[in-house]
Protein backbone atom coordinates (compact mmCIF):
# COMPACT_ATOMS: atom_id res chain seq x y z
CA UNK A 1 0.00 0.00 0.00
CA UNK A 2 2.65 2.76 1.09
CA UNK A 3 4.95 1.41 -2.56
CA UNK A 4 1.53 2.65 -4.69
CA UNK A 5 0.95 5.83 -2.64
CA UNK A 6 4.87 6.51 -3.75
CA UNK A 7 4.25 5.39 -6.83
CA UNK A 8 1.23 7.78 -7.53
CA UNK A 9 2.84 10.56 -5.94
CA UNK A 10 5.84 10.13 -8.46
CA UNK A 11 3.98 10.05 -11.49
CA UNK A 12 2.62 13.43 -10.61
CA UNK A 13 5.76 15.05 -9.90
CA UNK A 14 7.44 12.99 -13.26
CA UNK A 15 4.35 14.28 -15.68
CA UNK A 16 5.50 17.84 -16.04
CA UNK A 17 9.30 16.95 -16.17
CA UNK A 18 8.53 14.90 -18.83
CA UNK A 19 5.75 16.96 -20.40
CA UNK A 20 8.42 19.75 -20.80
CA UNK A 21 10.95 17.67 -22.03
CA UNK A 22 9.12 16.34 -24.85
CA UNK A 23 7.89 18.84 -26.45
CA UNK A 24 10.34 21.47 -25.47
CA UNK A 25 11.27 22.60 -29.64
CA UNK A 26 14.80 23.02 -29.06
CA UNK A 27 18.23 21.45 -30.84
CA UNK A 28 18.33 18.52 -29.33
CA UNK A 29 16.94 15.08 -31.06
CA UNK A 30 14.11 13.41 -30.06
CA UNK A 31 15.87 10.98 -28.49
CA UNK A 32 17.96 13.18 -26.81
CA UNK A 33 14.90 14.54 -25.42
CA UNK A 34 13.54 11.03 -24.29
CA UNK A 35 17.00 10.29 -22.72
CA UNK A 36 17.19 13.50 -20.69
CA UNK A 37 13.26 13.29 -19.96
CA UNK A 38 13.79 9.22 -18.56
CA UNK A 39 17.28 10.78 -16.21
CA UNK A 40 14.32 13.09 -14.86
CA UNK A 41 12.34 10.41 -14.31
CA UNK A 42 15.30 8.08 -12.79
CA UNK A 43 16.37 11.21 -10.47
CA UNK A 44 13.21 11.34 -8.80
CA UNK A 45 13.19 7.15 -7.96
CA UNK A 46 15.31 7.55 -5.04
CA UNK A 47 12.51 8.13 -2.67
CA UNK A 48 13.70 9.05 1.13
CA UNK A 49 12.45 6.46 3.46
CA UNK A 50 11.37 3.58 1.04
CA UNK A 51 14.05 1.30 2.42
CA UNK A 52 14.35 1.95 5.84
CA UNK A 53 9.98 2.57 6.43
CA UNK A 54 10.54 5.61 7.85
CA UNK A 55 8.36 8.48 7.36
CA UNK A 56 9.33 10.06 3.66
CA UNK A 57 10.96 13.39 3.60
CA UNK A 58 8.61 16.37 2.52
CA UNK A 59 7.96 16.97 -0.74
CA UNK A 60 10.42 18.86 -3.00
CA UNK A 61 9.75 21.22 -5.63
CA UNK A 62 10.31 19.98 -9.09
CA UNK A 63 12.92 22.08 -10.70
CA UNK A 64 12.93 21.69 -14.48
CA UNK A 65 16.70 22.25 -16.54
CA UNK A 66 16.78 26.07 -17.21
CA UNK A 67 18.92 24.86 -20.30
CA UNK A 68 15.73 24.22 -22.46
CA UNK A 69 13.96 26.80 -23.72
CA UNK A 70 10.89 27.45 -25.73
CA UNK A 71 10.58 29.93 -28.61
CA UNK A 72 13.85 31.15 -26.88
CA UNK A 73 12.45 32.06 -23.50
CA UNK A 74 12.78 29.83 -20.07
CA UNK A 75 10.55 27.32 -19.71
CA UNK A 76 7.06 28.12 -18.34
CA UNK A 77 5.69 25.38 -16.25
CA UNK A 78 8.52 25.53 -13.86
CA UNK A 79 7.43 25.65 -10.44
CA UNK A 80 7.69 27.75 -7.91
CA UNK A 81 10.85 27.26 -6.23
CA UNK A 82 11.04 31.02 -4.44
CA UNK A 83 8.38 31.81 -1.70
CA UNK A 84 6.31 35.18 -1.87
CA UNK A 85 8.16 37.41 0.73
CA UNK A 86 5.29 40.50 0.23
CA UNK A 87 3.72 41.37 3.41
CA UNK A 88 0.39 40.55 3.51
CA UNK A 89 -1.21 43.38 4.92
CA UNK A 90 0.95 45.44 2.31
CA UNK A 91 0.19 43.43 -0.57
CA UNK A 92 -3.28 43.73 0.42
CA UNK A 93 -3.97 47.35 0.63
CA UNK A 94 -5.95 49.05 -1.83
CA UNK A 95 -3.33 51.93 -2.16
CA UNK A 96 -0.16 49.78 -2.68
CA UNK A 97 -0.58 48.83 -6.21
CA UNK A 98 3.22 48.29 -6.54
CA UNK A 99 2.48 45.21 -4.56
CA UNK A 100 -0.72 44.14 -6.60
CA UNK A 101 1.70 44.57 -9.77
CA UNK A 102 4.45 42.34 -8.31
CA UNK A 103 1.96 39.93 -7.15
CA UNK A 104 -0.01 39.76 -10.19
CA UNK A 105 3.08 38.59 -12.34
CA UNK A 106 4.81 35.44 -11.75
CA UNK A 107 7.12 35.16 -8.90
CA UNK A 108 10.04 34.10 -11.54
CA UNK A 109 11.52 34.98 -14.55
CA UNK A 110 9.81 32.43 -16.23
CA UNK A 111 6.50 34.42 -16.54
CA UNK A 112 6.85 37.89 -15.24
CA UNK A 113 7.02 40.17 -17.96
CA UNK A 114 9.68 41.99 -19.20
CA UNK A 115 11.43 45.06 -17.37
CA UNK A 116 10.61 47.47 -20.02
CA UNK A 117 6.82 46.49 -20.06
CA UNK A 118 5.70 48.20 -16.85
CA UNK A 119 8.37 50.65 -16.65
CA UNK A 120 6.87 54.63 -16.48
CA UNK A 121 7.31 57.09 -19.16
CA UNK A 122 11.03 58.47 -19.15
CA UNK A 123 11.52 61.13 -16.03
CA UNK A 124 8.04 60.06 -14.22
CA UNK A 125 8.78 60.33 -11.02
CA UNK A 126 10.01 63.69 -11.06
CA UNK A 127 7.29 66.16 -9.66
CA UNK A 128 7.87 67.74 -13.22
CA UNK A 129 6.58 64.76 -15.49
CA UNK A 130 3.79 64.11 -12.77
CA UNK A 131 0.50 66.42 -12.33
CA UNK A 132 -0.55 66.74 -8.71
CA UNK A 133 -4.16 67.14 -7.49
CA UNK A 134 -3.07 70.04 -6.29
CA UNK A 135 -1.28 71.37 -9.54
CA UNK A 136 -4.84 70.71 -11.41
CA UNK A 137 -6.64 72.22 -8.95
CA UNK A 138 -4.51 75.51 -9.16
CA UNK A 139 -5.00 75.56 -12.74
CA UNK A 140 -8.39 75.13 -13.06
CA UNK A 141 -9.00 78.06 -11.33
CA UNK A 142 -6.99 80.16 -12.91
CA UNK A 143 -8.79 79.43 -16.43
CA UNK A 144 -11.60 77.65 -16.14
CA UNK A 145 -14.22 79.96 -17.84
CA UNK A 146 -16.84 79.27 -15.72
CA UNK A 147 -14.82 80.79 -12.40
CA UNK A 148 -14.29 84.06 -14.64
CA UNK A 149 -17.83 84.35 -15.46
CA UNK A 150 -18.98 84.00 -11.86
CA UNK A 151 -15.94 86.59 -11.42
CA UNK A 152 -17.44 89.20 -13.92
CA UNK A 153 -20.63 89.10 -12.82
CA UNK A 154 -19.88 90.03 -9.32
CA UNK A 155 -17.87 92.88 -10.53
CA UNK A 156 -20.87 93.76 -12.34
CA UNK A 157 -22.69 93.81 -9.33
CA UNK A 158 -20.33 95.86 -7.62
CA UNK A 159 -20.64 98.28 -10.61
CA UNK A 160 -24.41 98.96 -10.19
CA UNK A 161 -23.85 99.17 -5.98
CA UNK A 162 -21.90 101.91 -6.68
CA UNK A 163 -24.01 103.52 -9.13
CA UNK A 164 -27.17 102.67 -7.57
CA UNK A 165 -26.69 105.47 -4.28
CA UNK A 166 -25.41 108.35 -6.24
CA UNK A 167 -27.47 111.92 -5.29
CA UNK A 168 -28.68 113.07 -8.77
CA UNK A 169 -26.66 115.95 -10.45
CA UNK A 170 -27.75 119.63 -10.84
CA UNK A 171 -29.26 121.14 -13.44
CA UNK A 172 -27.43 124.36 -14.92
CA UNK A 173 -29.83 126.12 -17.36
CA UNK A 174 -30.30 129.92 -19.14
CA UNK A 175 -33.78 131.45 -19.89
CA UNK A 176 -34.75 134.43 -21.58
CA UNK A 177 -38.81 135.67 -21.45
CA UNK A 178 -40.44 138.80 -22.99
CA UNK A 179 -38.44 139.13 -25.98
CA UNK A 180 -39.36 141.55 -28.78
CA UNK A 181 -42.49 142.89 -26.27
CA UNK A 182 -42.85 146.32 -27.05
CA UNK A 183 -39.40 146.51 -28.81
CA UNK A 184 -37.46 145.13 -25.88
CA UNK A 185 -34.79 142.84 -25.22
CA UNK A 186 -36.97 141.27 -22.33
CA UNK A 187 -35.74 138.99 -19.52
CA UNK A 188 -32.49 136.91 -19.39
CA UNK A 189 -30.80 135.06 -16.78
CA UNK A 190 -29.31 132.06 -15.31
CA UNK A 191 -30.81 129.17 -13.08
CA UNK A 192 -29.73 126.51 -10.71
CA UNK A 193 -31.78 123.10 -10.38
CA UNK A 194 -31.42 120.06 -7.83
CA UNK A 195 -33.69 117.51 -6.90
CA UNK A 196 -33.25 116.22 -3.24
CA UNK A 197 -34.39 112.66 -2.86
CA UNK A 198 -36.22 112.20 0.46
CA UNK A 199 -37.22 108.82 2.51
CA UNK A 200 -33.80 107.73 2.09
CA UNK A 201 -34.37 106.08 -1.16
CA UNK A 202 -30.60 106.15 -2.42
CA UNK A 203 -29.38 104.64 0.95
CA UNK A 204 -32.00 101.51 0.67
CA UNK A 205 -30.30 101.19 -2.73
CA UNK A 206 -27.38 101.03 -2.04
CA UNK A 207 -28.79 98.08 0.58
CA UNK A 208 -30.69 95.98 -1.53
CA UNK A 209 -28.09 95.95 -4.30
CA UNK A 210 -24.87 95.35 -1.52
CA UNK A 211 -27.42 91.94 -1.07
CA UNK A 212 -27.03 91.31 -4.13
CA UNK A 213 -23.25 92.01 -4.56
CA UNK A 214 -22.79 89.34 -1.44
CA UNK A 215 -25.11 87.15 -3.28
CA UNK A 216 -22.89 86.99 -6.46
CA UNK A 217 -19.85 87.05 -4.73
CA UNK A 218 -21.31 83.66 -2.76
CA UNK A 219 -22.23 82.58 -6.41
CA UNK A 220 -18.55 82.98 -7.03
CA UNK A 221 -17.32 80.86 -3.90
CA UNK A 222 -19.63 78.34 -5.04
CA UNK A 223 -18.70 77.81 -8.64
CA UNK A 224 -15.00 77.57 -7.59
CA UNK A 225 -15.82 74.61 -5.34
CA UNK A 226 -17.45 73.16 -8.24
CA UNK A 227 -14.80 73.48 -10.12
CA UNK A 228 -12.84 72.22 -7.78
CA UNK A 229 -14.82 69.15 -6.96
CA UNK A 230 -15.20 68.37 -10.42
CA UNK A 231 -11.08 68.16 -10.84
CA UNK A 232 -10.82 66.18 -7.69
CA UNK A 233 -13.60 63.74 -9.54
CA UNK A 234 -11.79 63.24 -12.79
CA UNK A 235 -8.47 63.03 -11.34
CA UNK A 236 -9.98 59.96 -9.32
CA UNK A 237 -11.67 58.56 -12.46
CA UNK A 238 -8.23 58.75 -14.43
CA UNK A 239 -6.19 57.86 -11.74
CA UNK A 240 -8.35 54.80 -10.68
CA UNK A 241 -8.00 54.01 -15.07
CA UNK A 242 -4.55 54.22 -14.94
CA UNK A 243 -4.23 51.61 -11.79
CA UNK A 244 -6.46 49.48 -13.55
CA UNK A 245 -4.17 49.12 -16.91
CA UNK A 246 -1.36 49.27 -14.84
CA UNK A 247 -3.05 45.56 -12.81
CA UNK A 248 -4.22 44.44 -16.50
CA UNK A 249 -1.11 45.10 -18.13
CA UNK A 250 0.77 42.91 -16.05
CA UNK A 251 -1.75 40.24 -15.68
CA UNK A 252 -1.93 40.00 -19.22
CA UNK A 253 1.90 38.56 -19.16
CA UNK A 254 0.54 35.55 -17.30
CA UNK A 255 -2.60 35.33 -19.52
CA UNK A 256 -0.35 35.16 -22.10
CA UNK A 257 1.74 32.60 -20.94
CA UNK A 258 -0.83 30.54 -19.72
CA UNK A 259 -2.03 30.02 -23.79
CA UNK A 260 1.61 29.01 -24.30
CA UNK A 261 1.37 26.18 -21.19
CA UNK A 262 -2.24 25.20 -23.38
CA UNK A 263 -0.64 24.91 -26.50
CA UNK A 264 2.55 22.58 -24.83
CA UNK A 265 0.16 20.66 -23.43
CA UNK A 266 -2.23 20.01 -25.91
CA UNK A 267 0.78 19.13 -28.57
CA UNK A 268 1.45 16.41 -25.73
CA UNK A 269 -1.59 15.29 -25.38
CA UNK A 270 -2.11 16.19 -21.89
CA UNK A 271 -5.30 18.31 -22.90
CA UNK A 272 -7.39 18.95 -25.49
CA UNK A 273 -8.27 21.97 -27.58
CA UNK A 274 -10.68 23.86 -25.41
CA UNK A 275 -7.82 24.22 -22.78
CA UNK A 276 -5.97 26.36 -25.69
CA UNK A 277 -9.60 27.82 -26.21
CA UNK A 278 -10.55 28.48 -22.64
CA UNK A 279 -7.08 30.35 -21.95
CA UNK A 280 -7.25 32.36 -25.21
CA UNK A 281 -10.87 33.40 -24.08
CA UNK A 282 -8.92 34.61 -21.15
CA UNK A 283 -6.53 36.50 -23.31
CA UNK A 284 -9.39 38.49 -25.12
CA UNK A 285 -11.19 39.49 -22.79
CA UNK A 286 -8.23 41.34 -20.58
CA UNK A 287 -7.08 42.76 -24.11
CA UNK A 288 -10.58 43.99 -24.11
CA UNK A 289 -10.31 45.09 -20.78
CA UNK A 290 -6.79 47.00 -21.43
CA UNK A 291 -8.49 48.71 -24.42
CA UNK A 292 -11.47 49.78 -22.65
CA UNK A 293 -9.14 50.93 -19.77
CA UNK A 294 -7.28 53.18 -22.26
CA UNK A 295 -10.21 54.96 -23.47
CA UNK A 296 -11.33 55.56 -19.89
CA UNK A 297 -8.50 56.65 -19.53
CA UNK A 298 -8.54 59.28 -22.58
CA UNK A 299 -12.07 60.38 -21.73
CA UNK A 300 -11.02 61.38 -17.86
CA UNK A 301 -8.16 63.22 -18.76
CA UNK A 302 -9.51 65.10 -21.85
CA UNK A 303 -12.56 65.76 -18.84
CA UNK A 304 -10.19 66.77 -16.50
CA UNK A 305 -8.35 69.34 -18.99
CA UNK A 306 -11.80 70.86 -20.24
CA UNK A 307 -12.86 71.28 -16.64
CA UNK A 308 -9.45 73.16 -15.96
CA UNK A 309 -10.04 75.04 -19.13
CA UNK A 310 -7.16 73.72 -20.72
CA UNK A 311 -8.18 71.26 -23.69
CA UNK A 312 -4.71 70.71 -25.13
CA UNK A 313 -3.47 70.69 -21.21
CA UNK A 314 -0.23 68.10 -21.93
CA UNK A 315 -0.83 64.43 -20.79
CA UNK A 316 1.37 63.14 -17.51
CA UNK A 317 0.99 60.13 -14.93
CA UNK A 318 -1.03 61.07 -12.12
CA UNK A 319 -0.15 61.27 -8.24
CA UNK A 320 -1.77 58.34 -6.55
CA UNK A 321 -3.55 60.51 -3.51
CA UNK A 322 -6.27 58.08 -2.28
CA UNK A 323 -3.69 56.98 0.58
CA UNK A 324 -5.11 60.05 2.38
CA UNK A 325 -8.68 58.88 1.02
CA UNK A 326 -8.57 55.64 3.25
CA UNK A 327 -7.09 57.21 6.21
CA UNK A 328 -9.57 58.94 6.88
CA UNK A 329 -13.20 58.83 8.24
CA UNK A 330 -16.37 61.11 7.71
CA UNK A 331 -17.81 61.88 11.55
CA UNK A 332 -21.40 62.25 11.86
CA UNK A 333 -20.95 66.23 12.55
CA UNK A 334 -20.31 67.26 8.41
CA UNK A 335 -24.36 67.77 7.68
CA UNK A 336 -24.76 70.67 10.66
CA UNK A 337 -21.10 71.58 9.09
CA UNK A 338 -22.30 71.71 5.55
CA UNK A 339 -25.34 73.68 7.16
CA UNK A 340 -23.18 76.42 8.42
CA UNK A 341 -20.80 76.54 5.85
CA UNK A 342 -22.70 75.95 2.39
CA UNK A 343 -21.89 78.93 -0.09
CA UNK A 344 -25.45 78.20 -1.37
CA UNK A 345 -27.07 78.81 2.12
CA UNK A 346 -25.29 81.49 2.52
CA UNK A 347 -26.36 82.92 -0.78
CA UNK A 348 -29.71 82.33 -0.09
CA UNK A 349 -29.53 84.32 3.45
CA UNK A 350 -28.64 87.17 1.36
CA UNK A 351 -31.17 87.09 -0.85
CA UNK A 352 -33.51 86.84 2.09
CA UNK A 353 -31.91 90.27 3.42
CA UNK A 354 -32.08 91.61 0.01
CA UNK A 355 -35.56 90.96 -0.49
CA UNK A 356 -36.45 92.68 3.81
CA UNK A 357 -34.09 95.39 2.36
CA UNK A 358 -36.32 95.97 -1.08
CA UNK A 359 -39.91 95.61 1.17
CA UNK A 360 -38.47 98.48 3.50
CA UNK A 361 -37.14 100.59 0.29
CA UNK A 362 -40.52 100.04 -1.62
CA UNK A 363 -42.34 101.21 1.47
CA UNK A 364 -40.55 104.67 1.57
CA UNK A 365 -41.15 105.12 -2.35
CA UNK A 366 -43.97 107.22 -2.04
CA UNK A 367 -42.30 109.70 0.12
CA UNK A 368 -41.90 112.73 -2.10
CA UNK A 369 -38.91 114.00 -3.54
CA UNK A 370 -38.24 118.09 -3.38
CA UNK A 371 -37.08 119.69 -6.31
CA UNK A 372 -35.56 123.07 -5.77
CA UNK A 373 -34.72 125.82 -8.42
CA UNK A 374 -32.89 129.46 -7.91
CA UNK A 375 -32.26 131.59 -10.82
CA UNK A 376 -31.57 135.12 -11.15
CA UNK A 377 -31.44 137.42 -14.18
CA UNK A 378 -31.49 141.03 -15.91
CA UNK A 379 -34.46 142.90 -17.11
CA UNK A 380 -33.68 144.96 -19.89
CA UNK A 381 -36.46 146.68 -19.95
CA UNK A 382 -36.46 148.71 -16.89
CA UNK A 383 -32.68 147.95 -15.91
CA UNK A 384 -33.30 146.17 -12.59
CA UNK A 385 -31.97 142.87 -11.50
CA UNK A 386 -34.29 140.06 -10.23
CA UNK A 387 -34.08 136.67 -9.06
CA UNK A 388 -36.67 133.24 -9.03
CA UNK A 389 -36.82 130.63 -6.76
CA UNK A 390 -39.41 127.62 -7.43
CA UNK A 391 -39.94 124.33 -4.99
CA UNK A 392 -42.15 121.57 -6.59
CA UNK A 393 -43.27 118.20 -4.82
CA UNK A 394 -45.32 115.60 -6.35
CA UNK A 395 -48.21 114.69 -4.87
CA UNK A 396 -48.95 110.58 -4.39
CA UNK A 397 -52.67 110.81 -5.57
CA UNK A 398 -52.96 107.86 -7.63
CA UNK A 399 -49.87 106.06 -7.50
CA UNK A 400 -48.67 104.87 -3.61
CA UNK A 401 -46.73 102.28 -4.96
CA UNK A 402 -48.92 99.55 -3.14
CA UNK A 403 -48.22 96.86 -6.53
CA UNK A 404 -44.31 97.21 -5.53
CA UNK A 405 -44.49 96.91 -1.86
CA UNK A 406 -46.74 93.51 -2.33
CA UNK A 407 -44.21 92.50 -5.06
CA UNK A 408 -41.72 93.13 -2.49
CA UNK A 409 -43.23 90.98 0.46
CA UNK A 410 -44.29 88.14 -1.73
CA UNK A 411 -40.19 88.02 -3.00
CA UNK A 412 -39.59 88.09 0.76
CA UNK A 413 -41.69 84.89 1.38
CA UNK A 414 -40.30 82.80 -1.56
CA UNK A 415 -36.94 83.80 -0.33
CA UNK A 416 -37.36 82.57 3.08
CA UNK A 417 -38.72 79.21 1.82
CA UNK A 418 -36.29 79.00 -0.54
CA UNK A 419 -33.32 78.45 2.56
CA UNK A 420 -36.06 75.77 3.76
CA UNK A 421 -36.08 74.28 0.01
CA UNK A 422 -32.25 74.37 0.38
CA UNK A 423 -31.63 72.95 3.49
CA UNK A 424 -34.28 69.54 2.98
CA UNK A 425 -32.18 69.38 -0.41
CA UNK A 426 -28.61 69.61 1.20
CA UNK A 427 -29.99 67.27 3.66
CA UNK A 428 -31.05 64.60 1.21
CA UNK A 429 -27.82 64.71 -1.02
CA UNK A 430 -26.05 64.49 1.88
CA UNK A 431 -27.39 61.20 3.10
CA UNK A 432 -26.97 59.92 -0.56
CA UNK A 433 -23.29 61.01 -0.50
CA UNK A 434 -23.00 59.77 3.35
CA UNK A 435 -24.60 56.40 2.42
CA UNK A 436 -22.04 55.98 -0.69
CA UNK A 437 -19.25 57.29 1.14
CA UNK A 438 -19.87 54.70 3.88
CA UNK A 439 -20.35 51.78 1.60
CA UNK A 440 -16.92 52.27 -0.34
CA UNK A 441 -15.59 52.22 2.86
CA UNK A 442 -16.66 49.25 3.88
CA UNK A 443 -15.43 47.83 0.56
CA UNK A 444 -11.89 49.34 0.48
CA UNK A 445 -11.98 48.09 3.78
CA UNK A 446 -13.16 44.34 3.33
CA UNK A 447 -11.01 44.42 0.39
CA UNK A 448 -8.23 45.48 1.78
CA UNK A 449 -8.55 43.43 5.45
CA UNK A 450 -10.58 40.39 4.27
CA UNK A 451 -10.48 39.27 0.36
CA UNK A 452 -7.00 40.24 -0.37
CA UNK A 453 -5.49 38.69 2.08
CA UNK A 454 -7.86 34.95 1.34
CA UNK A 455 -7.29 35.86 -2.31
CA UNK A 456 -3.07 35.74 -2.00
CA UNK A 457 -3.28 33.05 0.78
CA UNK A 458 -5.31 30.88 -1.86
CA UNK A 459 -2.57 31.79 -4.44
CA UNK A 460 -0.16 30.71 -2.51
CA UNK A 461 -1.33 27.17 -1.52
CA UNK A 462 -2.32 26.67 -5.17
CA UNK A 463 1.41 27.18 -5.66
CA UNK A 464 2.66 24.97 -3.34
CA UNK A 465 0.09 22.68 -4.58
CA UNK A 466 1.70 22.71 -8.14
CA UNK A 467 5.13 22.77 -6.67
CA UNK A 468 4.15 19.06 -5.27
CA UNK A 469 2.57 18.02 -8.75
CA UNK A 470 -1.23 18.25 -7.85
CA UNK A 471 -1.79 21.26 -9.89
CA UNK A 472 -0.80 22.30 -13.34
CA UNK A 473 -0.25 25.91 -14.29
CA UNK A 474 -3.61 26.39 -15.17
CA UNK A 475 -5.13 26.02 -12.10
CA UNK A 476 -2.57 28.68 -10.73
CA UNK A 477 -3.57 31.41 -13.04
CA UNK A 478 -7.16 30.85 -12.53
CA UNK A 479 -6.03 31.64 -8.28
CA UNK A 480 -4.22 34.77 -10.17
CA UNK A 481 -7.35 35.67 -11.96
CA UNK A 482 -9.18 35.75 -9.01
CA UNK A 483 -6.61 37.78 -6.83
CA UNK A 484 -6.21 40.57 -10.31
CA UNK A 485 -10.37 40.53 -9.57
CA UNK A 486 -10.24 41.44 -6.16
CA UNK A 487 -7.17 43.88 -6.92
CA UNK A 488 -9.54 45.60 -9.60
CA UNK A 489 -12.36 45.70 -7.60
CA UNK A 490 -10.49 47.22 -4.82
CA UNK A 491 -9.26 50.14 -7.10
CA UNK A 492 -13.14 50.39 -7.75
CA UNK A 493 -13.69 51.01 -4.41
CA UNK A 494 -11.18 53.35 -3.77
CA UNK A 495 -12.68 55.41 -6.49
CA UNK A 496 -15.88 55.44 -5.29
CA UNK A 497 -15.05 56.38 -2.00
CA UNK A 498 -12.81 59.09 -3.77
CA UNK A 499 -15.76 60.56 -5.47
CA UNK A 500 -17.89 60.18 -2.23
CA UNK A 501 -14.84 61.97 -0.27
CA UNK A 502 -14.57 65.05 -2.95
CA UNK A 503 -18.43 65.81 -2.98
CA UNK A 504 -18.92 65.71 0.72
CA UNK A 505 -15.12 67.60 0.84
CA UNK A 506 -16.87 69.97 -1.54
CA UNK A 507 -20.15 70.97 0.08
CA UNK A 508 -21.62 68.83 -2.28
CA UNK A 509 -21.61 71.47 -5.41
CA UNK A 510 -20.49 69.68 -8.79
CA UNK A 511 -20.61 71.16 -12.50
CA UNK A 512 -17.79 73.43 -13.06
CA UNK A 513 -18.42 73.87 -16.57
CA UNK A 514 -22.65 74.30 -15.83
CA UNK A 515 -23.80 78.09 -15.81
CA UNK A 516 -23.41 80.91 -13.47
CA UNK A 517 -26.60 80.75 -11.40
CA UNK A 518 -28.41 84.30 -12.16
CA UNK A 519 -29.19 86.18 -9.22
CA UNK A 520 -31.34 89.21 -9.57
CA UNK A 521 -29.61 92.39 -10.01
CA UNK A 522 -31.53 96.10 -9.31
CA UNK A 523 -30.43 98.26 -12.12
CA UNK A 524 -33.90 100.08 -11.96
CA UNK A 525 -34.42 100.89 -8.61
CA UNK A 526 -31.80 104.43 -8.85
CA UNK A 527 -34.38 105.10 -11.69
CA UNK A 528 -37.18 104.39 -9.70
CA UNK A 529 -36.07 106.75 -6.75
CA UNK A 530 -35.48 109.60 -9.13
CA UNK A 531 -39.17 109.12 -11.14
CA UNK A 532 -40.84 109.08 -8.63
CA UNK A 533 -43.12 106.40 -9.89
Known amino acids: MLLKQRLVLFSRFSRDAVLLHLVSPNRQSFLQRCASAILAIASMCVVPGCATGKKPAAKRPIIVDRSIHTDGAPAAERADDVAETINPSQSASPVNLASMESFLQADDDTIAPKADSLKPPPNAGKPETIWTLQEL ?21 DGVHNQTGLR ?10 EIGDAGQAGLHGAFLSQTFVRGDKLAWNEQVVGHE ?12 QRVLTDIQIHYATALAAQQRLQLTEAFRKVAEQGVKISEQRVEARFAGRADILQSEMQLSQIDL ?4 TELQID ?27 TNRNKSDDALSELLSSSPLLAAARHRVSRAKA ?3 RQQVQKTPNVTAQLGTGHDYATGDAFANVQLSVPLPAHNQ ?8 WSEYCEAKQNIRRLEMQIRRDMAAEMRDYKSAMAAVEQYRDVIIPKAKETLDLMKQAQAGGEY ?4 VLTARRSFYDASINCVDACQALTVADAKINGQLLTGGLNGTIETPLSTGLRGQALSQQ
Open 137 to 157: KSLALQNNPAVKQAAAAASKA
Open 213 to 224: VQMRRWNEKSQR
Open 289 to 292: AIRQ
Open 168 to 177: PNPTVGYFAE
Open 299 to 325: AAWKQLAAVAGLPQLARRPLQNNTELI
Open 472 to 475: DFLR
Open 401 to 408: NHGNIHAA
Open 358 to 360: NLQ
